[in-house]
């Protein structure tokens, strides 16, 4: 497997650098690290971001009852995070003009724990995290009725998703709109 999306990426703090190497050990372990049967594995996310107006698009997760990035698993076969993270996110907003967003770099990675639920015992997902942009937010459609969707400003969605580690992901995507400001 190849896990080379890794190498460029730097870790903020200790945490993270432990998740990162939790990651590199899990990619040279399996042979497919993106299995959900292991305990650890890989999954891809995207924020979807408006960066004209400086949204953000935020779903609720009925399983984890919290609002959260669009992403998910692989399916049988892909090993791109990046591809699997856009899949994830068309098929959960029903956006059209999704795009990696300023670039195609991870954004964020971190290990989150799922409690046991839907026939699966408790497990861990190693989450690497992009950001992706839409040039037309009014075309968002959420997957089902029940997974809605929510466009917020980056200060509504910090206070909606609490301490949970979306937060992280949310601080560094007001860094990079402050960077690239848009017509908002």
């Keep these: 497997?190849?896990?080379?999306?890794?190498?460029?990426?730097?870790?903020?703090?200790e945490t993270e650098a432990a998740d990162v190497a939790r990651m590199w050990a899990l990619a040279a372990a399996e042979p497919d690290p993106?299995?959900?049967?292991?305990?650890?594995?890989?999954?891809?996310?995207?924020?979807?971001?408006h960066p004209d107006s400086g949204r953000v698009l935020l779903r609720w997760h009925q399983r984890l009852r919290m609002w959260l990035q669009a992403g998910g698993h692989a399916d049988p076969g892909e090993s791109d995070p990046l591809a699997i993270a856009l899949r994830e996110a068309a098929e959960e907003t029903g956006l059209p003009d999704l795009v990696p967003w300023p670039d195609g770099a991870i954004k964020h990675v971190v290990v989150c724990h799922v409690p046991s639920g839907k026939g699966e015992p408790a497990h861990e997902h190693a989450d690497l995290r992009y950001f992706m942009a839409t040039g037309e937010p009014d075309a968002?459609?959420?997957?089902?009725?029940?997974?809605?969707?929510?466009?917020?400003?980056?200060?509504?969605?910090?206070?909606?998703?609490?301490?949970?580690n979306l937060r992280h992901t949310l601080d560094r995507a007001v860094a990079l709109l402050a960077a690239h400001p848009g017509p908002r």
């Design 1 to 13: 497997m190849s896990s080379g999306w890794l190498a460029g990426y730097q870790a903020a703090g």
């Design 34 to 49: 993106w299995s959900r049967s292991l305990p650890l594995h890989f999954t891809a996310s995207a924020l979807v971001l």
């Design 140 to 164: 968002a459609r959420p997957e089902n009725p029940g997974a809605p969707l929510r466009w917020l400003t980056l200060a509504e969605a910090r206070d909606l998703v609490g301490t949970n």
